[in-house]
């Protein structure tokens, strides 16, 4: 659920610098920099990343609680410390894409 969000997330960036590479390109004053360029594509890079990710976080948990259904509350409890870890580390990237600019 949560690698969906993000993989959408993820697309909603990728499209909106296209909106605005076609923007740019339209208006002959105005240019899109290669910072903001770089920015975008790290920030959704960094989305889609954390969206493959957990997304396999999720599927290897779902396995390993099919395989051993008495360790369930060990597997989850450790795929959300994981998937949270994972989480911070795109937020983190986002804001270093960001701060590029």
């Known amino acids: 659920?949560?690698?969906?969000?993000l993989l959408q997330a993820a697309t909603a960036v990728v499209d909106s610098v296209g909106?605005?590479?076609a923007t740019a390109a339209a208006q002959p004053g105005v240019g899109l920099g290669l910072a903001e360029l770089g920015a975008a594509i790290g920030a959704g890079l960094a989305a889609?990343?954390?969206g493959?990710?957990?997304?396999?976080i999720g599927g290897s948990a779902?396995?390993?609680i099919a395989r051993q259904p008495e360790a369930a509350s060990e597997i989850r409890m450790n795929m959300i410390i994981i998937a949270a870890?994972?989480?911070?580390?795109?937020l983190f990237a986002?804001?270093?894409a960001f701060l590029a600019l």
Do not use: H, N, T, Y
Not at 1 to 5: C, F, R, V, Y
Not at 85 to 90: M, P, S, T
């Open 1 to 5: 659920m949560l690698g969906a969000i």
């Open 19 to 21: 909106q605005v590479a």
């Open 48 to 50: 889609i990343g954390a």
């Open 52 to 56: 493959i990710g957990i997304g396999k």
């Open 62 to 64: 779902m396995d390993a």
């Open 85 to 90: 870890l994972v989480e911070g580390v795109a």
């Open 94 to 96: 986002v804001v270093v």
